[in-house]
Every structure is written in C-alpha cells, then in structure tokens.
C-alpha cells in the first residue's frame, strides 16, 4: 500500500472527496462527531470554496459528498455545487432534512445533483432523542418532497446501543418510502457522542445478521457502512452491492477529507487535529495529496503493524485492521477493530 514512484509523486488516485462546507447546523445531536452548530470562524469563503472544487477537479476527483454542519445552512452552497458539477464531479449532499422547502427542491433541481442521503436513525421517538424533537417529521417530509420530485435519495442511519433493538420496525417503515438505497453506520464514541456519554457498543454481528436477513428482499438497496463488519460469510454482499469487498480503510489512499476552514485529513470521520495533513491556505491539495509523508498510517501499512486479534486473523492484510477513525476514538489502536463481527 506503500508503493511510491521514484520522482516522489505517488500512484495513489483520488476517487472521492468528502467535504465538510460548513459547521453551521441547525441541530447539536447527541452523537454529532463534529460537534456541529455553529460556524467557525473565517470558513472558506466562496472564492475559496471554488479553487478547492478546480484543484480537486485537476487531481481527478470523480465525486464529491458535502456535509454539514448542515449544508443549507451556507448560503452559496448553490454555487458550490454549480461548480462542481460543472467540472462533471458527481456530487452528494448529506442532510437532516430539516430545512427544506420548494425553493430548495427548485435549487436543487438546477444543479444536477447525483443524490441526496437523509440522516434518519430510528423510529421516530428514539431520532428525535438524540437529534431533536420535530427533527424526525422533518425529514421524512424531506425525503418525500425529494423523492415526488424525482431525486435519488438514499438515507443513513447512525446507530447505538439503543437503535439497533428498533431495527425491525424502522425497517418496516422504511419500505413505505421508494428509497434507493439504506445504509446502517456505527456511531463512534467522537465529538458530542464522547461528551454525552451515548451507549454507543453494540454487537456487529446482530445488525450484520439483520442485514443478511433482509437485503434480499429489499425494495433498496441495503448495507452497512464501513466501520461495521468484517469479512463475515456474505462480506460480498453487505456494503452495499453485490461484490462490494471492504478493502480496508482508504483514507488518503483514494479518499480525502476536508473542513470547513481548509483542514485536510484522510478521512473527515477521523475528526482529531491529529490527522490534519495540511491547510488549503498554506499548501495546495496537490502538495498534500502528493507528499511521500502524508498519509503514513495507510500509506506505508504493513500486515506487522496489526494488533490484537486483527494481528492473527487471515483476512487481516485485507481489511487493515477496520476503520481507523472508530478503531481511534474507541480504544486509540488504530490497527485493531475492537468490534469485529468476526471470529478469528
């Protein structure tokens, strides 16, 4: 995974992009990793936020996702996106669906957006517990005025100890909607979920079995995200699609994060200065991407660097130990999953 060309520029190849635009929110959650609400100060201004989307366009960026905060909340997003579907960057939004009205379904319809993931975690008394109250009824009104008007819409659930005992019964719910696709996530023990004390732990192999036990006959696309398996029986099938392998962690080896103010990490769930690679105001996303020294702890992986029970398992040098930003603020063995499904 190390493997560098000799003029110093390496052969790794930036797919997707994840990009926080803002931390304005019109929520605090419970679990909010980034612990949004408000702005930060002097955030990438729209001039700023369009040489990004050029510099990931000449890396060959193919797709970008913008997060939040909450997206809507940044008024130019429109022109954000405008750009970057412009240059042919398949572009994402990931919101609450809490603001959404006819004007923003017109705005969207103008800049060809690829699809839009709604945040929708449980049935409704347990959503609006961590998130906000109301915030449940928002969003599946979003999903519907989304989805009459004829976007893909996918929804993201963030799971904890006390969601996944409610997966049957949203489930069901779910099916009532013509969704394109239901992805299940771990919440990680980071940001507002570390200071509130959430009962993040559940077991992997339950949700991995309810998954299992419902993909097939789906009305959408069904899996789980990545820092939730692995290399159980049906690994193939679970991401997703069929023949969707969890190749270990790719941030900084095909995928890049960045924050509001320019901070470029290899991931943005990987949320801890620790992993700030460099700014966009000092470096170009280029010299970053392209530093033999960025990127260390999956570029220059080895099997040895396994710990734990991952340091003996078979299918070790193929996940790479798991996601390395719940590994982190778990137990801080990035090398280790501490909740493998798996029983080596």
């Not at 970057?84 to 919101?95: P, Q, S």
């Amino acid at each position: 995974m190390s493997d560098q060309l000799g003029d110093g520029m390496n052969r790794f190849s930036l797919e997707t992009a994840v990009w926080e635009i803002t931390l304005a929110c019109c929520f605090s959650c419970k679990y909010c990793g980034s612990q949004g609400g408000q702005a930060r100060e002097n955030e990438l201004t729209t001039k700023e936020c369009l040489d990004v989307v050029h510099q990931l366009a000449k890396l060959g960026c193919r797709r970008v996702s913008l997060i939040g905060g909450e997206v809507f909340m940044r008024r130019d997003w429109k022109t954000i996106v405008r750009e970057l579907t412009d240059y042919g960057i398949r572009t994402a939004i990931i919101t609450n669906g809490f603001l959404f009205s006819e004007e923003t379904i017109r705005d969207l319809k103008e800049v060809a957006i690829e699809s839009i993931a709604v945040s929708l975690d449980s049935v409704e008394t347990v959503h609006d517990r961590y998130r906000q109250k109301g915030s449940y009824a928002r969003a599946v009104q979003a999903i519907d005025a989304l989805t009459e008007a004829g976007f893909t819409v996918t929804v993201i659930s963030t799971l904890n100890k006390e969601s996944v005992t409610h997966l049957d019964d949203f489930y069901a719910f779910l099916r009532t909607r013509p969704i394109a696709a239901w992805q299940l996530q771990a919440c990680s023990p980071m940001g507002n979920a570390a200071r509130s004390g959430i009962d993040y732990r559940f077991d992997f192999r339950e949700v991995i079995t309810f998954v299992e036990q419902n993909m097939e006959a789906a009305p959408f696309a069904m899996g789980i995200a990545d820092n939730i398996g692995y290399y159980t029986e049906n690994e193939g099938k679970l991401r997703g699609h069929e023949n969707s392998w969890y190749r270990g962690c790719q941030a900084g080896l095909t995928l890049l994060g960045i924050d509001s103010i320019g901070n470029i990490r290899g991931c943005e769930s990987m949320y801890d200065d620790r992993f700030i690679e460099g700014n966009i105001r000092q470096r170009r996303i280029a010299d970053i991407w392209n530093d033999p020294s960025a990127f260390a702890y999956n570029r220059k992986f080895r099997r040895e660097n396994l710990t734990g029970a991952c340091a003996t398992c078979e299918y070790g040098p193929y996940c790479a130990g798991g996601c390395r930003s719940y590994n982190f603020f778990v137990h801080g063995k990035i090398y280790e999953s501490p909740a493998c499904a798996r029983k080596c």
